[in-house]
DNA sequence: TATTGTTATACTCTATAACTATA
DNA sequence: TATAGTTATAGAGTATAACAATA
């Protein structure tokens, strides 16, 4: 188990605590989120394995598909890693096939990342598994459950500042 | 960046990928829990810096508070950490005085493990700063949208398997 | 001089096996 | 022999600095 899985259970664990000691209501929809959290990564890693895919290429793959002529440290930027980290992050996506590095004729510094047929298509069956995953997930609740939870899950990211398409609330780790 | 909370956002990017891509309605639940969980985990973290406290000693402090005479075996099983990784973190939280070893009596392979003065007080500061976190993290809810999002969590965590006292979800990976 | 990609390196967390002391 | 705790060690993941090529 790693360590931020680890972190969640801890949170689990405390805030469970809490609601006991302090006799209120157990709503504890933080620990919820932290618990639903870790299941849906946790599950979501297991279910691409099919794929010999790490969780961490899925978004990569994501990325480099959506911005066109997409250099390692635009990438490394977005996502918060390091561009050292980067390179094997690339490195192991190339291995596999699914990217190609070609060096820009502009400059020739950068290299623009391209996905290959085989990228393509793999990025094409992830999407179908998420969406199974998106559909397991929430296989307990009702359409309309699922339209109120995700509004309600909306209002905190609004609220707490975080933004869907820039994640910066994750940078600073 | 810890490669958990960058699979929860690798996770995001691809739902979000999906949602577009089918013209699907936004309601992305499982990608604003997996982003909302790695936030809760990741403001938990930062709040109890304060306490010279990782989050993974904070649900050790409290499992040992919650079972008596709880030795390393046990907590180890409990957390789903291996034997040897528990002797480190043990051995962290002796290091800061917050728990001791006390070799059974009954049984001399035991060590059981309690919390002295420190770690008590240590624990109650802990349950004061989740209590702020929760308060926090649910700022842009209602009392009673905090109760609706806490009955649907515990709706997809029912359904889902997960019970809360035991997160056997999280053992196998 | 500044920037992109890269390598080298150290540090932490995780995983496996072997050891000790008890039973 | 079996179990609790421990140690040693190898493997990942992460972070920092330094380097070569290019601008």
Redesign the pocket.
């Known amino acids: 188990?790693?360590?931020c899985l680890?972190q969640l259970i801890s949170l689990s664990w405390l805030l469970t605590s809490l609601m006991e000691s302090r006799k209120q209501q157990p709503t504890g929809a933080a620990f919820l989120l932290a618990q639903l959290g870790a299941h849906a990564a946790d599950r979501f890693g297991e279910r691409i394995k099919r794929l010999r895919l790490?969780p961490r290429h899925a978004g990569i793959l994501r990325i480099i598909a959506k911005i066109p002529s997409c250099?390692?440290?635009t990438l490394a930027k977005r996502l918060g890693v390091?561009?050292?980290?980067m390179?094997?992050l690339?490195d192991e996506l190339v291995g596999k096939g699914l990217v190609e590095?070609k060096r820009s004729t502009t400059?020739?510094?950068?290299?623009v990342l391209i996905l290959t047929r085989r990228g393509r298509a793999m990025l094409e069956k992830l999407s179908k598994l998420a969406a199974e995953h998106e559909a397991d997930l929430c296989a307990g609740l009702t359409a309309e459950e699922r339209n109120t939870l995700a509004a309600l899950g909306r209002k905190i990211v609004h609220q707490q500042g975080l933004t869907p398409d820039v994640h910066p609330g994750y940078r600073k780790?």
């Open positions: 188990m790693n360590d680890f790490a250099n390692q440290r390091l561009p050292s980290r390179v094997i690339i590095r400059d020739r510094r950068h290299s780790l």
